[in-house]
């Protein structure tokens, strides 16, 4: 199994800038992919980053140039630098792992981090 616990979040001014953090514990060597998600209220989860393995990322249109994810392999922590900052990234934040063991593969969701962006 992996853990994942996002901290990070809080309330910035529009313009402002935020860096979320995900520490994952547990069976971390057969993570293939990790990526940040968010949901505002009343509004389906979507994927605003991702990274691979190898190192690919993958951007929405709507992170692009503003967001930058990272991840630290000897802490074992996933970030996403969120740069200029707007109302409509106000947002649940998580963090997603995905993790294959033959021919298994398992999907983890972090409890989520809060932000909120002021106009």
């Known amino acids: 199994q992996v853990q994942l616990v996002e901290s990070g979040g809080g309330l910035v001014q529009s313009g402002g800038s935020l860096r979320l953090s995900c520490a994952a514990s547990g069976r971390i060597l057969s993570i293939n992919y990790m990526g940040w998600y968010r949901q505002a209220p009343g509004k389906q989860r979507e994927l605003v980053a991702s990274?691979?393995?190898?190192?690919?990322?993958n951007y929405t249109n709507s992170a692009k140039g503003r967001f930058t994810i990272s991840r630290d392999n000897a802490r074992n922590t996933l970030y996403l630098q969120m740069n200029s900052l707007k109302p409509d990234d106000t947002a649940v934040y998580y963090c997603?792992?995905?993790?294959?063991?033959?021919?298994?593969?398992?999907?983890?969701w972090g409890q989520g981090t809060q932000v909120t962006v002021s106009s």
């Open positions: 990274i691979s393995t190898g190192g690919s990322t």
């Open positions: 997603k792992a995905r993790q294959k063991e033959g021919l298994w593969e398992y999907v983890y």
